[in-house]
């Protein structure tokens, strides 16, 4: 991996290179309340992101609040947020969080990692997304083009999305925090993408750790 100096220099650089946090940069899918942003999060598991928004708004004309949720009968949860799939079983999800969030919260949505992480159907990933967008807290979100960029590079060495998180909260800088997620998922779309990565524009490939091998 990349030392702490070189680590640094990556997120100077992309900060200058990446638009970062921008004024029409919304959570997740756009909800206004921590307890839409978790759901739409967990509709959010293997889906595209315009079948995630279709589900969000079709649940949402139905429900926008654990109570309300809960009087819903599943088949009516499952054939509103069926474009996302796996709805039957993000229906038993959406449930299990609903109730854990009434019986121990008293339905409001908690703004620590921990708190959130406890509750049915929220990982780390989700977890961290609702923390930065809706609770405005420094935290770097790991999604598949963060968790790739970062091992790709050498920020991180880790095989999940979850470690790579642990890892960057580690070993990123404190001022990075806030708009990290940002910048390394525009890096990760517009010049480190998955295949046929564009290292001839990349302004880190000097510090990269894969560039040798990429271009040899």
Known sequence: ?????????????????????????KGPKGQPDAFRSCISCMLSAQSLDRNTAKAAR????????????????DRDIAAAIKPCGLYNIKTRSIRRFCEALLAEHDGVVPDTREGLMRLPGIGRKCADIVLSFTFGKDVIAVDTHVHRVCNR?????????????????????????ADGHFWLIQFGKRVCISRGPRCDTC??????EAYPAITS
């Open 203 to 208: 302004p880190v490939s000097q510090l990269c």
């Open 1 to 25: 991996m990349l030392d702490e100096h070189q680590v640094e220099d990556v997120f100077r650089i992309l900060s200058r290179a990446m638009p970062g946090r921008t004024s029409d940069a």
């Open 153 to 177: 590079i050498g920020l991180t060495d880790a095989k999940t999305a979850d470690r790579t998180a642990q890892q960057l909260e580690e070993r990123s800088p404190e001022w990075a925090l």
């Open 58 to 73: 079709a649940l949402f004309a139905l429900a926008t609040t654990p109570e309300d949720m809960l009087a819903l009968v």
